[in-house]
Nanobody
Framework: QVQLVESGGGLVQAGGSLRLSCAAS????????MGWFRQAPGKEREFVATISWSGGTTYYADSVKGRFNISRDNAKNTVYLQMNSLKPEDTAVYYC???????????????WGQGTQVTVSS
């Protein structure tokens, strides 16, 4: 079992930055790939970014490529999502999730956090 807790969400103006954190506890964090997903009101949950257990492989959704950066610190059992040049369309609840491998499909992730709200004002 892996417990995940996100933090770092908030309200920011368009063009601003936020860094989300996801702290993990339970089974060995470093053995899991980690992903970030988001869900806006009335929309399905969508993939944002994922990182392999070593940090050596990352994938991003086209909508965030070049603006967001996913990283992890296995010594701290934490994964991060640095979000720059934020746009109003980035507004959503952001979730972190753990999976045995790097996937872009939500159903491949076994453990989920409770989510953190990100609101970008225009």
């Amino acid at each position: 079992q892996v417990q995940l807790v996100e933090s770092g969400g908030g309200l920011v103006q368009a063009g601003g930055s936020l860094r989300l954190s996801c702290a993990a506890s339970g089974r060995t964090f470093s053995s899991y790939a980690m992903g970030w997903f988001r869900q806006a009101p009335g929309k399905e949950r969508e993939f944002v970014a994922t990182i392999s257990w070593s940090g050596g492989t990352t994938y991003y959704a086209d909508s965030v490529k070049g603006r967001f950066n996913i990283s992890r610190d296995n010594a701290k059992n934490t994964v991060y999502l640095q979000m720059n040049s934020l746009k109003p369309e980035d507004t959503a609840v952001y979730y972190c999730a753990a999976s045995p491998s790097v996937w872009q499909l939500a159903q491949e992730y076994d453990y989920w956090g409770q989510g953190t709200q990100v609101t970008v004002s225009s």
